[in-house]
């Protein structure tokens, strides 16, 4: 049996729409503890790893480990008929093998989504020694993406101890981002070493829609190597995303 109430479906909502981004469906898990999914996007260049705690929940009900296999569009579509004030109840239904959706508010609204059989893949963490860690808003992360995008299509990232710097070219000219410690963008910056590796923009800038999740992301990465994005959702849980480097053209 599984059951979950969350007293604003609108956090549900902006979950969902985070994860759509990268993958059209995915297997979630279920355990006595959290709600959690891992998942690479098709063509393999990124991963997101999601968990939500039972303490993010009013109730939560799981007799036994399950996966759901969901279709996220469809969910998402679902999701966008949440009004405001409304709770979210999500439910398994054992006879039917659907994952009821049921908000409750000036009206009880119930939707059924059928099931998936997506198979099993478990993927492992990837094993990545950071030389950089660096917290920011997500606000401003997003608007530096944006500042990039202007140019370029992929967005160099560049780290010293003194700041943190976004850097695009491309046939129409330049731009240049810098976070500098003691900003009110950059909150916090740790370096081992100097670093820098390219990133594709399309994929951050999915990442960084979740921004209605969180205030602040955590940066992690090294040279040439995977960008590691954590966001905390403040009522117990989190969404990181792993984004596999560019190489720069020689």
């Known amino acids: 049996m599984f059951k979950a109430v969350l007293s604003d479906a609108k956090l549900w909502r902006s979950i969902v729409e985070s994860l759509s981004t990268l993958i059209d469906q995915a297997n979630f898990v279920v355990t006595t503890s959290a709600l959690k999914m891992r998942a690479m996007d098709p063509i393999r260049v990124a991963m997101v790893d999601f968990e939500l705690s039972k303490d993010a929940f009013e109730e939560y009900q799981c007799s036994a480990e399950m996966k759901m296999g969901i279709n996220l569009e469809e969910m998402g579509k679902i999701m966008r008929r949440a009004g405001s004030g409304d709770s979210l109840e999500l439910v398994h239904d054992e006879k039917s093998n659907k994952l009821l959706v049921r908000f409750r508010g000036k009206s009880i609204r119930t939707f059924s989504l059928s099931l998936l059989d997506l198979g099993s893949e478990d993927l492992p963490t990837p094993r990545v020694e950071f030389n ?26 560049i780290v010293k101890p003194e700041a943190l710097m976004m850097q695009a070219s491309g046939d129409t000219g330049d731009a240049l981002v810098e976070f500098r410690k003691g ?68």
């Open 132 to 157: 950089v860690t660096a917290k920011l808003t997500t606000e401003a992360i997003g608007e530096a993406i944006k500042d990039a995008s202007v140019v370029s299509d992929q967005v160099k990232i």
């Open 183 to 250: 900003s009110e963008a950059l909150l916090d910056l740790e370096v081992k070493e100097d670093s820098n590796a390219i990133y594709a923009l399309n994929y951050l800038n999915d990442m960084m829609k979740a921004t209605s999740i969180s205030e602040t992301a955590i940066l992690q990465f090294s040279t040439n190597m995977p960008l590691r994005i954590e966001l905390s959702i403040s009522s117990g849980g989190r969404i990181t995303y792993f984004l596999a480097p560019r190489r720069e053209a020689e």
